[in-house]
């Protein structure tokens, strides 16, 4: 029987690891799913393991961004249901390469296993403005 608890204060700690590029709560079977299961390289939509998130959407999001200090995203809401989900909005404000802003709302939709890991991600956020970003910052 498992000793994990989900809370609040769990996964916002999980994010703060997640943007540390520390994924030791993340399941090595996890299934990341943004926006649609069609892979889209532009909008950057689709389902990923992992290293194909941090290869495939994270870098090259990353590269087209001004550096900043304290990477990560703001949680403005996180709901806990039962002891394996969570649904959080999240905003992250940063400045494109080209001097615009990116400011964008997700909505996560986060599945833990008994052992406290992450293993299925469901994102919705807005996909235009990852085009914007992709196009518009070489």
């Known amino acids: 029987m498992s000793t994990f608890t989900l809370t609040e204060d769990y996964v ?19 299934q990341w799913t943004i926006g649609s299961d069609k892979k889209d390289s532009v909008r950057l939509t689709g389902v990923y393991t992992l290293n194909s998130w941090f290869e495939e959407v994270l870098k090259p999001m990353l590269s087209r961004l001004q550096p900043v200090e304290n990477p990560g995203v703001d949680p403005k809401c996180i709901d806990i249901i039962g002891n394996n989900k969570a649904i959080l909005e999240v905003e992250s404000q940063a400045t494109q390469r080209n001097g615009n802003p990116y400011n964008n709302r997700y909505v996560w939709i986060l599945i833990f296993t008994d052992e406290g890991k992450v293993v299925k991600i469901r994102e919705y956020l807005d996909t235009a403005l990852v085009q914007e970003v992709m196009q518009t910052n070489p």
Do not use: G, N, R, V
Not at 13 to 28: A, E, G
């Open 12 to 30: 916002k700690d999980w994010l703060k690891k997640l943007y540390t590029q520390d994924f030791s709560l993340i399941d090595p079977e996890l």
